[in-house]
C-alpha cells in the first residue's frame, strides 16, 4: 500500500496533468461549460426535492439544504466508483503503450471527483446562506472526513478497477449496487426515521437499528458526519468515523494488494 | 559503494520467456467467483501449457551503450513483445532483464491525445504521459512546436488536424523527450518527404549523442543503412545477433528458402503466422562456390583512390578473384542508393578463370549525382550457388551546377533570336 500511494507520488506530475484534462474535456463544446459542475447537482437535488420534499411530503425542515448537504458527497463518491470501475480497462491506448503505475488511472478519476465536489462546495454555502445557515466552526472537522472519505472511495475504486479488467460484467454490477448503497445510505433521510424493527424473526430497537444502519455501512457514518458539520453544526461521532477509518485503511490495503498483483496483466487483458 | 563506472550494457536479458495465457477457452471459465478465491488466498495462477501462448522462449541479448540496434523477423515472431519486455510495459514469465537508463518507448505515436484539446494542449499531457517533467516540458515546448511545422494548427484542436499533422506533432513530442534508450516501432515513416528527412536527422542526432537506440522495422535497407547491429527474432527465439549486412542477408535467404518450400509443397513456415522459417544452407564456403571475391577496390582513373569521388570523372571496380580450379565465372556489379534501390546492374560472363586475379569494371563517366552509394559484387560459377557479395561505399561529392541522383552529360546552348 505504501508502495502504491508512494509511486502515486512520484507520478503526480501525470496525475494532475489526466485530472485536469478530465475537468477540462467534461465541459469542452458545452455552452454553459464549467458552469455545469454547479448546476448537475442543483438539478439532481431540485428532483429529489420535488419527489420528497413536494410530493412525498418529508417532516425534515429546510429539506433541500439538508438533501445537498448528502447529495454534494454522494455524487463524489457514486461518480468516482461509477467512473472509476472502468477506469483501466478503458484505456488500453495508454496501457499497452507507455509505461506508467496503472493506479493512476483509478486515482485520476477520484481525484476528478474530489476537486468537482471542492468547487462545488460554495454553492452548498450558498443555499445554506439563502436559509440564513453560515457556516460554523465545526468546519475545522471537514478535512477528516474528507480524508476518510477519499481513502474509502479510493480503496473501492483500486478493487472494482483491478478486477473489472479481467471481468467486464463487473461495470453492469456496480451501477445497481451503487444505487441500491444510494438508498441504504441516510441521504435523502435521517437514521432518526428508524423505528422498532420487528421483521423475519428479528427483533431489534429503535437504536439498535440505527447501529446497524450505521457501522453496517461505511458511507452512513461518512454521510452522518458530513450532515453534523455542515447541517447541524456539531462535532461528528468518533465510534462511526473510527470504524471508517479502520475500515478505509485495511480496505486500500487489501485493494492495492489486489491491484499490484493484477497491475502485470492489465497490458495483456485490456 | 557509490559506482562511478557507467555500466556498460544499456539493456541485458537473460534467457527471458514470455508466454500468453489464452482468454477464450473452451468448455472451461475463469468464473469471477473462482478468481476472487484466488485473489483473496494469494495462490499463485497454474500455469498450463495448453492455455498458453508461448511469445519469447527464451531470449538472450545484450545490447552495448551507445548502439543503435535493429530487431528485424517476421510477423508474429515477437519483436513487439520483446519490445513491451524492454520497456517495462510486459513484465516477463520468467528470466532476467536489466535496462539502464530512462527510457522512451515510441510504440504508438499520440498515445492518449485527445481529440478535443489544442495541439499545445496535448504537447503538455503527452510529453508528461512519456516521462517528461513540467520543467522539461516548459523548455522545450517551443522547440517541439517549431519541429512539428503545425503553425497556427497548434492551438485548434486535435481532431481538426490531418492525420500527416497528427503524427508530426507526435513524433515531435516523442523524440524531444530525451531518453537514455529510446525504442522504435515501425514508426520512421512519419509525414511527408521533408518531415521524414527531418526526422532522419533527429534520429541522428540521438545517435551522435551517444544513446542507445532499438527499433523494429520491416525497411531492411534502414536497417543496413543506420544500424550498429541486428538482431533477427524468429519463433521467440533470437536466431542471430550480428552486422546488420550479415543478418539481412541471412534473412532474406530464410524468407526465399520458406517461399521455395511454399511452391513446392503447397504450404510453408510462411503460412503459420509466427512460426520459425526453415534453416538456410551455409553456401559462402569457396568449396562450394567455386570461386571468391577476396577483395572489390574502387578506383578513379591513376594513383590513390579519392575519398570522394567526382560525379563527371571516371571509376573502375576492381574485382580481385580467387578460383583453386578452372572455372566457367559470371559476374554481377550492383550500385545501389542510400535507401538500398537498385540504380544499376551490370553482368559479365567473364569466361573460364583459374589461379587469381583481378576482374576491372570501367565506367568512363560515373554520371551519380553527390550522396553516398554502395557498389555491391558477386561472383557465381557455372552451374554452382553464388558466393557471398562484397559490398563498398561509394562517396560522391557534390557537383556546383548541377543536383540530384543522377549526373547526366550536360550541354547549355544558347541561341539568341
Redesign the interface.
Known sequence: MIRNLRELYQYR??LW??TL?EL??RY??SVLGFLWTFLNPTLNMVVYVVVFGVINRTSIERYPFFLFCGLLPWIFFSTSVLGGTTSVSDRR????????PAQVLPATVVLTNLLNFLLSLPLLFLLGAAYGDWPTWHLVYLPLVLVLQVFFTLAVTYFLSA?NV??R??QHVVANLVQMLFFLTPVLWTLDTIGDVERFGVTLTAAQARDVMTFGNPMAGIMNAWRDIFFLHRVPAWQPLAEVALLSLVLLWLASG?FE??R?EF???V | MPQTVPVPNAIVLENVVKTFKKTSRRKEFTTLKSELVRLLTFQKERHEPAHTIPALTGVDLVIPRGKTVAIVGRNGSGKSTLLKLITGIYSATSGKLEVNGRISALLELGAGFHPDFTGRENILINGIILGMSRAELKDRIEAIIEFAELGDFIDEPVRTYSSGMFMRLAFAVATHVDPDILIIDEILSVGDEHFQRKSQEKMNEFRRSGRTIVLVTHSLSTVESWCDAAVWIDGGKVRMYGEPRDIIAEYRRAIAAAEAEATKTGHSALSMPGLALPGTNQVDTPDVSGVKLTAVRLRSGEGEPPEVFAPSGPLQVMLDWAAPRPIDVEVTVDVLGGDGRLVFSASHAAGELSGTGTLQLRLARLGLGEGTWEVVAAVKAKGLPPGPPVRVGLKVGPDGTAAGLLRPELTWVRSDE
Do not use: S
Not at chain 1, 491506448?93 to 506508467?100: E, I, N
Open positions: 506530475a501525470l496533468a489526466l484534462r477540462k474535456a469542452r463544446a491506448d495508454l496501457l499497452t503503450k507507455v509505461r506508467f478486477l479481467a471481468f460484467d463487473l489486489v498483483r493484477r502485470e497490458a495483456e487483458l
